[in-house]
């Protein structure tokens, strides 16, 4: 009761801590005290009667400073507005102090409370009912315990606000005092003044009234915080009351039939009730469409008459009414269609405590797990349900104050404030409408969020085998949901009506792993047939290879048919590669394209086959493999070249092979001058024909080619066999050796390039000797000049 004194104290001091001669005489608007009227030896009034005398004192004030001649009495010096400050501050005076007196009276009516809660809570021990208990019956005590809690936690925070502003008062307080003093210091020092007297003394009687008003609020907020700490008490006692009937009864509860029966005519009964409020509000529906369609109608008549300047005032205000009859309408519909949605949210209701039911009753944990799952695709519907309900809160009270901000500026006689009054009725209604839906929709949710976290309670006492089989149990169904997953979605015309339909992770994963499994099958099998056909000798290796692949290419399109078949997937799902997507995957893959085409080509017109000898453009070599990109081309020194397809047909490329698998070779021998030549021939034709690599059809053939320098030329033709055994070039290393050893036994010579070199005689030959010094490097002769010569002659 001290720190709820203190300000009362304040006040007084601050109302009679002046000496007699510093007292002002009475000012209109200021009630004086005479002697006689202040009794010297009285007890000290309580509270209750101080603020009454307070109150009785400010009205008398008030109706003083209210007086027709208050204004006309002020004391020269002393402005009009200070007299407005000061009936200012007594009408406050007067309000709060009404206020500070009920709340003296709650105070009295919550000690009482909190005896009755303490004797109810000491009392209880038992329900009056035997369990097992009603499971609404938990709910209801869950519910009144979760508005207690708030309530606390409520008063908790007004406590600590009020503190806050109280210590601002008091700060508040002391810079009224601190006024007071400066002000009765002033009229100390004016005291051969009158004039300058009279006004401090006024304004030091209007600064009592502020520090009085002061006091009062003091007072108030003291009194707002012991109230607020015994309805705190109150609270806590009653929650502690709660939580033991709640332990009790949690522990006896059933979920019967009965209650789901409850629950589902409870439901029922609201659907009823919101359905007859949504044939109200259509019926409301139907008039403001009529009353739109009228206003409308004004306001395109008004706006089709021709008028005299650019104010229209009829048809300012038909437009208005158009506005607020347009708010009426959308507030109508929208309340409509919200309760179209609390209906069909009613019926949520049920199935929330049917999945419930479910929980408390599973046996196993694939059903707790179920019925989790339900509860909270309910508890996700509701949140969205409210996070949409407080943006559309938020946007009407937008619209709430913009109205407030037209109102404002408009006067009551205005034609056009019962058209915005009008207005901004519609939107409160709507307002307390969505306040409504957003109460409803966040209990809803707030209920399945207790049961979800008194089930996660419950769970969290079983024993550790349970934890284990549980925690398996969540384990696998993220597996099932990452597996059910849907990669992929698609549209299918169905009885000409699209169809949604979808591919899952699983299903998409199971397509590849048999898709690479017949591939992987089908690639050894192609091996095996090929080893057993290239063994046969039906084919070569370098042609089976290629065949090879581009069966296996057959192969994995005809896999990827049916993985999309085993898919459910229709070709025509890609039909949207068309259009610029097919013209930009066309520019980016022509050459790719190209090249793939022409090998199909070139495996089809077979001009160019697997082990053909080909020279294109001065690149030369036997085509090892014919892929679908490109192919290998295998020079004589065994490196391999990749030529792309395309090449083979816009070059020209000569085939060595084409049509026979035979190569002529062509020898040059040069005999010494003399020579039979007929013996020539035919020692090289029976060279020839001696070596059991060249061919007897065509039989090889020698001609004179030529009479040269110092031999005559003879050319020895030769072919042997492409069959990938036969070096052409060791064919004819072999030849030229017994050519040279036949030439030897029959004592044909094979001369050496021979010159006659001839000296001019005509002139003496120039010599000249020249001397180096010691230490001296050779210097390179000079460079030849055609004007000088290299040195002078000896003379």
């Known amino acids: 009761m001290i720190f709820r004194k203190f300000p009362l104290l304040l006040g007084l001091v601050l109302l009679t801590g002046f000496t007699a001669q510093n007292a002002p005489a009475q000012i209109p608007g200021l009630p004086s005290l005479s002697k006689s009227e202040t009794p010297a030896a009285t007890p000290e009034p309580s509270e209750t009667e101080r603020l009454k005398q307070w109150l009785e004192e400010a009205r008398v004030s008030l109706a003083r400073v209210d007086a027709p001649n208050a204004e006309a009495n002020l004391p020269e010096g002393v402005p009009a507005s200070d007299l407005v400050d000061l009936r200012r501050d007594l009408d406050q005076t007067i309000r709060t102090i009404n206020r500070t007196l009920s709340l003296i009276s709650d105070i009295a009516d919550a000690k009482k409370n909190i005896e009755t809660v303490k004797a109810a809570n000491e009392s209880w021990t038992r329900f009056p009912e035997e369990p097992p208990y009603s499971i609404l019956m938990v709910d209801e005590l869950a519910n009144q315990r979760e508005a207690a809690r708030s309530k606390s936690a409520t008063y908790q925070s007004s406590i600590s606000i009020f503190e806050r502003t109280l210590e601002n008062v008091q700060k508040e307080a002391k810079a009224a005092t601190d006024r007071s003093n400066q002000l009765a210091d002033q009229i100390v020092k004016t005291k051969d003044d009158p004039i300058p007297q009279a006004a ?22 003291s009194t707002n915080i012991e109230l607020l700490k015994l309805q705190e ?48 509000v259509r019926q409301r529906l139907r008039t403001a469409t009529n009353t739109k369609a009228s206003a409308q109608t004004t306001v395109d008549q008004l706006a089709a008459k021709p008028t005299e300047g650019t104010d229209n005032p009829e048809l300012t205000l038909a437009t208005l009414r158009l506005s607020a009859a347009e708010t009426k309408f959308d507030t109508l519909q929208f309340i409509a269609e919200n309760l179209e949605g609390m209906e069909s949210l009613e019926s949520f209701i049920p199935e929330a405590y049917r999945q419930r039911k479910a929980l408390l009753e599973a046996k196993s944990i694939a059903e707790k797990t179920a019925a989790l799952e339900a509860l909270q695709l309910l508890h996700d519907r509701l949140n969205n349900w409210e996070t949409v309900t407080s943006n559309e809160l938020t946007a009407v009270l937008s619209d709430i104050n913009s109205q407030d901000s037209l109102t404002s500026s408009i006067s009551a006689d205005d034609p056009s404030f019962a058209l915005l009054a009008e207005q901004r009725a519609a939107l409160w209604e709507k307002q307390a409408f969505i306040q409504r839906v957003s109460q409803m929709v966040t209990s809803y949710r707030k209920l399945i969020s207790r049961w979800q976290e008194e089930f996660k309670e419950s769970e969290a006492d079983q024993p550790w085998f349970y934890q284990i089989s549980k925690s398996a149990t969540e384990v696998w169904n993220v597996i099932r949901r990452i597996w059910s997953f849907q990669v992929f979605e698609y549209t299918e015309t169905i009885d000409g009506r699209p169809v949604s339909r979808g591919v899952p992770l699983g299903k998409f994963f199971t397509a590849l792993t048999l898709f690479f499994i017949a591939y992987l099958i089908s690639t050894s099998i192609s091996k095996r047939l090929q080893r057993v056909v290239v063994g046969r000798g039906h084919i070569a290796e370098a042609q089976a290879n290629t065949l090879r692949n581009w069966l296996m290419i057959v192969v994995g399109l005809l896999l990827a048919v049916t993985t999309l078949h085993f898919l459910s997937i229709p070709l025509t799902v890609f039909a949207f590669f068309g259009g610029a997507l097919a013209i930009g995957l066309g520019f980016g893959t022509q050459t790719l394209i190209k090249n793939f085409i022409s090998g199909i080509i070139v495996l089809f017109e077979r001009k160019i086959r697997v082990g053909d000898i080909v020279d294109i453009g001065g690149l030369a070599g036997s085509v090892a493999e014919i892929n679908t990109r490109s192919s290998v081309l295998r020079g004589p020194d065994g490196r391999e070249t990749l030529v792309p397809n395309s090449v083979f047909l816009e070059n020209s490329v000569t085939n060595l092979t084409l049509s026979n698998r035979t190569s002529r070779r062509a020898i040059l021998i040069g005999v010494a001058y003399g020579t039979q030549p007929q013996q020539v021939i035919t020692v090289l034709t029976e060279c020839a024909e001696r070596h059991g690599l060249v061919l007897k059809d065509p039989a090889p053939m020698v001609i004179f080619q030529d009479f040269a320098d110092n031999s005559l030329i003879f050319k020895l033709y030769l072919w042997t066999a492409f069959d990938g055994k036969t070096n052409p070039e060791l064919v004819e290393s072999d030849v030229r050796i017994m050519i040279e050893k036949r030439f030897s036994e029959t004592g044909i010579s094979m001369p050496f390039p021979q010159r006659d070199l001839h000296l001019a005689g005509d002139r003496p030959l120039e010599i000249q000797i020249r001397r180096q010094e010691k230490n001296q490097e050779p210097t390179a002769p000079a460079e030849k000049s055609p004007d000088k010569p290299r040195a002078q002659p000896l003379p």
């Open 200 to 221: 401090a003394k006024w304004q030091l009687e209007a600064a009592k009234a502020k520090s009085r008003l002061i006091s009062v609020r003091s007072l108030s907020f």
């Open 233 to 280: 008490t109150a609270a806590d006692i009653e929650l502690a009351l709660l939580d033991r009937k709640l332990q009790v009864a949690q522990k006896n509860a059933q979920f019967s039939e009965e209650d789901l029966a409850k629950v589902e005519k409870a439901a029922a009964d609201r659907q009823a009730s919101l359905r007859k409020e949504l044939a109200t």
